[in-house]
């Protein structure tokens, strides 16, 4: 199934997407309330609106929100190693990695704050001039647990979406002199939707039981990458199994892939990519992403006003 939250005339609803029209839960109902449920409440839940819906609207009459557009929390990885290299790579480092990367799977914790939905304005990071997106995918998980095992970790996740890890390069750089994880330079926006799409749907794109989703970024018309899930060098199910040592997921958690190889705009200043740098986003620029079985989510770029500035603090005097 394929499961939305919009925004129509009469306020906010869920519901299920089947071809172009929406099968609306009763008013009040939310995703987050129904993926608590499990995968199997969920689906039972599905099987009722298509039968019996409270409403149904055309989707392209309504404006799609993200699916969860307050997770509980968002943990983003760094699933694709070639990503890694090829940032090392085009900010004139060495393509070698340190053998922890192939140790654990990192991740940074986002904002559930600055979700968008697919067809949202973006806003770029106030005072940056090196704005970026990175094409990810998400998996969400339905399960409250901890301490879980990579196979058990795989069978929490009830639904995936795409995931716009939003990212102002220059802010970036400089939080990361100070060594303590990502702030700033991650906090303009992270785009979820168009939709949650439960596992059962894309069980014909499975290989040899993992998920092989071909993916496409596009700027202004301008396809600046392209590549395949299949190509993740941890699994969700490693992922999370991870981020659950010691600590209790909750349903509705959002877990990152990290970006898909050559679908960022950073990646492309190497002029070993195939692929020009076409420069910095700027206000009005259009950027796109596809992702077989997930959909598209399509959103414009827009300036956001100057950063209020603080006080600069004097150096310690050194003798």
């Excluded at 901890?146 to 970036?172: H, K, P």
């Excluded at 200043?269 to 020009?276: F, H, I, V």
């Excluded at 700027?282 to 770029?301: H, W």
Aim: glycine fraction near 10%; charge should be negative; aromatic fraction near 6%.
């Amino acid at each position: 199934m394929r499961w939305v939250t919009y925004r129509g005339e009469d306020g906010e609803r869920t519901g299920v997407l089947d071809g172009e029209v929406i099968h609306a839960c009763a008013p009040g109902v939310t995703l987050l309330e129904l993926i608590r449920l499990g995968p199997d409440g969920l689906r039972e839940t599905g099987e009722r609106v298509l039968k019996a819906p409270s409403a149904t609207v055309r989707a392209d009459e309504v404006v799609l929100r993200a699916p969860i557009p307050r997770p509980p929390s968002i943990r983003d990885s760094l699933g694709f190693l070639e990503h890694m290299r090829n940032c090392l790579a085009a900010t004139g480092r060495s393509r070698t990695l340190d053998d922890t990367w192939y140790r654990i799977p990192a991740f940074y914790f986002a904002c559930p704050a600055t979700v968008l939905g697919p067809y949202d304005d973006a806003p770029m990071a106030p005072g940056s001039v090196c704005q970026d997106f990175e094409l990810e995918i998400a998996a969400i998980i339905g399960t409250a647990a901890a301490d879980l095992s990579v196979e058990q970790a795989e069978q929490a996740i009830i639904g995936y979406t795409i995931f716009n890890d939003w990212s102002a390069r220059d802010l970036q750089a400089q939080e990361g002199v100070l060594a303590i994880g990502q702030a700033k330079g991650k906090d303009s926006g992270v785009t979820l939707g168009p939709y949650l799409v439960t596992p059962d749907e894309l069980e014909p794109y499975r290989r040899d039981g993992r998920l092989s989703l071909h993916a496409t970024a596009i700027v202004n018309d301008v396809i600046i990458g392209t590549g395949s899930t299949e190509a993740m060098d941890w699994s969700f199910g490693e992922i999370i199994s991870y981020a659950s040592r010691g600590v209790m997921l909750e349903p509705g958690d959002v877990f990152g892939s990290g970006t898909v190889p050559t679908c960022t705009l950073l990646e492309h200043l190497d002029p070993a990519l195939s692929q020009p740098f076409p420069g910095w986003l700027s206000d009005s620029d259009v950027v796109t992403l596809q992702v077989q079985g997930l959909g598209e989510v399509r959103q414009t770029v827009r300036a956001s006003a100057p950063p209020i500035p603080l006080a600069e603090r004097p150096r310690p005097q050194t003798s």
